[in-house]
């Protein structure tokens, strides 16, 4: 006869039968979990341990995929055939803004050319556009919450963070001088495209040393033809600088046309060069200039790229016969890096930096996947 213990013994041994056997048969129905998934289907995120200096931390290496879902390093990026003067660029650092839909969206990232399936993103880092020259970086951010708050940092080549500036509008364009002395950036104070017409912008150039602004371009005086030029619709954008990093070049919009200016922080001044010209980018040797050029097509605004030799002012279109809203960064004197959107309609998130010869000989190549903002270290 079992008494009261050997019954609660036993009635215990039938209750964890029950449970096992419940779970074995949940295990075995439920199908792959919805972390499963998206494991499967992402590339790692990188993992930014909170302790570390976060501008000076930038994570473990990650592989990244592109859009159609192979590992960039199973093919390799399209890269330029280089020899000669330009085959130093071949070990040549770039910084990007990532932009696909992961948990490193907006980062800074860090790659090298020409193997560029590796990346590392900077801890600390959330760039809407960004530039780096001789040892100085500009991030253009934007704090999003009931009142989205827009910046500009400033680092160096640790990613510690040396200026912070507060911008009152939506961050647009920017670019440091080669020297790494100046920082120039350019935001929307009203509108948010350059294909509007009642768009308006201010564009700031910063001694990157002191953290002091030097000048707010409207307030310099502009001469085209030899006389005086102003009127109170002017907008500036898109700074480009010399070689030298004493002046630079810029886009003048007024009445409806857009002008490439040459312009004198020292004498604080512009002189208006020529005509139709946007997102000026001048090339490392400082002989041509890489821009997009309008035209309106079906009432639409649409982007040419061109690019200007400032010996011979000849003019040439690149093969590339997209419309291109964008100021091109230059991977070396010959070729130029650009972005466009993932799809045909210009409405994905993802972005991706394609790279076109200035010669035509070469049809454009995707160059970075799920990329924004290139820039080439130099």
């Known amino acids: ?29 439920r199908g792959p979990a919805e972390s499963d998934l998206a494991v499967e289907s992402q590339p790692p995120a990188a993992v930014v341990p909170q302790q570390e200096p976060p501008e000076r931390r930038v994570p473990e290496e990650n ?31 770039i910084l990007y803004r990532h932009t696909r839909p992961d948990a490193n969206y907006g980062a800074l990232t860090e790659t090298f050319y020409p193997a560029l399936d590796r990346l ?22 934007a704090d999003r919450g009931v009142f989205t708050k827009y910046g500009a940092d400033l680092f160096d080549s640790t990613y510690k963070k040396l200026f912070y500036f507060d911008l009152q509008g939506v961050p647009s364009r920017c670019r440091v001088s080669p020297n790494g002395k100046l920082a120039a950036w350019t935001v929307f104070v009203t509108g948010h495209s350059y294909a509007s017409v009642d768009f308006s912008t201010q564009t700031t150039i910063a001694d990157a040393t002191s953290g002091e602004i030097l000048a ?9 033809n030899g006389e005086a030029f102003h009127s109170v619709d002017f907008n500036f954008w898109g700074v480009t600088f010399t070689p030298d990093s004493e002046g630079f070049f810029c886009t003048l919009s007024s009445g409806g046309k857009t002008y490439l200016v040459r312009g004198s922080i020292e ?14 980018s001048l090339s490392p040797d400082g002989s041509t200039i890489a821009y997009k050029k309008r035209f309106i097509v079906d009432g639409r605004v649409r982007w040419r790229l061109h690019t ?53 000989d070469e049809p454009p190549k995707l160059f970075l996947p799920a990329a924004y903002s290139p820039t080439v270290v130099r």
């Open 1 to 29: 006869m079992i008494d009261a213990t050997g019954r609660k013994f036993a009635a215990l041994l039938a209750v964890c039968g029950i449970g096992l056997f419940g779970y074995y048969y949940w295990a075995a129905t």
């Open 63 to 93: 592989a990244i995929t592109t859009p159609a879902g192979r590992t960039a390093s199973s093919e390799g990026p399209a890269v330029p055939d280089e020899s000669g003067e330009e085959a130093d660029a071949k070990e040549r650092r």
């Open 120 to 141: 590392k993103f900077a801890a600390g880092f959330s760039c809407q556009a960004l530039h780096f020259a001789a040892g100085t970086g500009v991030c253009l951010t």
């Open 216 to 224: 707010d371009l409207e307030d310099f005086s502009t001469t085209k």
């Open 267 to 280: 004498s604080r001044s512009f002189v208006v060069i020529r005509e139709n010209v946007e997102c000026p």
């Open 308 to 360: 200007l030799n400032l010996e011979s002012m000849l003019d040439t279109p690149l093969a590339e016969g997209r419309s291109v809203d964008d100021q091109l960064a230059w991977l070396d004197n010959e070729h130029v890096l650009y972005t466009l959107p993932d799809n045909e309609l210009g409405s994905s998130a993802v972005t991706n930096v394609w790279v076109a010869s200035i010669d035509r």
